[in-house]
């Protein structure tokens, strides 16, 4: 089994800061691409960040520039780092990753996701 489980969602003023970590743990062979997505009430999830195995890097454009995605291989973590929020962020962030089990799990590669965790950023 795999499971992923991410912290550090909270309350915050319009303009603070967050980080958030989620970390993968079980039965895991490799990861591939990480990522961090977000769903508002009533909408649609959307992707904030996603970060392959290396040092590149994908934002969406509403986040570029004030939120910053990293990962620690040795960990199977990875990390938001969310500046200047706005209250038109607050939504739910799920973290996703891209991961192969180990050769007695089957060694089998799927997209796993985070339970969520809560960002809500006041006005």
């Known amino acids: 089994q795999v499971q992923l489980v991410e912290s550090g969602g909270g309350l915050v003023q319009a303009g603070g800061s967050l980080r958030l970590s989620c970390a993968a743990s079980?039965?895991?062979?490799?990861?591939?691409?990480m990522g961090w997505y977000r769903q508002a009430p009533g909408k649609q999830r959307e992707l904030v960040a996603t970060i392959p195995n290396g040092s590149v890097t994908n934002y969406a454009d509403s986040v570029k520039g004030r939120f910053t995605i990293s990962r620690d291989n040795a960990k199977n973590t990875v990390y938001l780092q969310m500046n200047s929020l706005k209250p038109e962020e607050t939504a739910v962030y799920y973290c996703?990753?891209?991961?192969?089990?180990?050769?007695?799990?089957?060694?089998?590669?799927?997209?796993?996701w985070g339970q969520g965790t809560q960002v809500t950023v006041s006005s």
């Open positions: 079980g039965s895991i062979f490799s990861i591939n691409a």
């Open positions: 996703n990753a891209r991961i192969t089990t180990s050769p007695a799990m089957g060694s089998i590669m799927r997209n796993y």
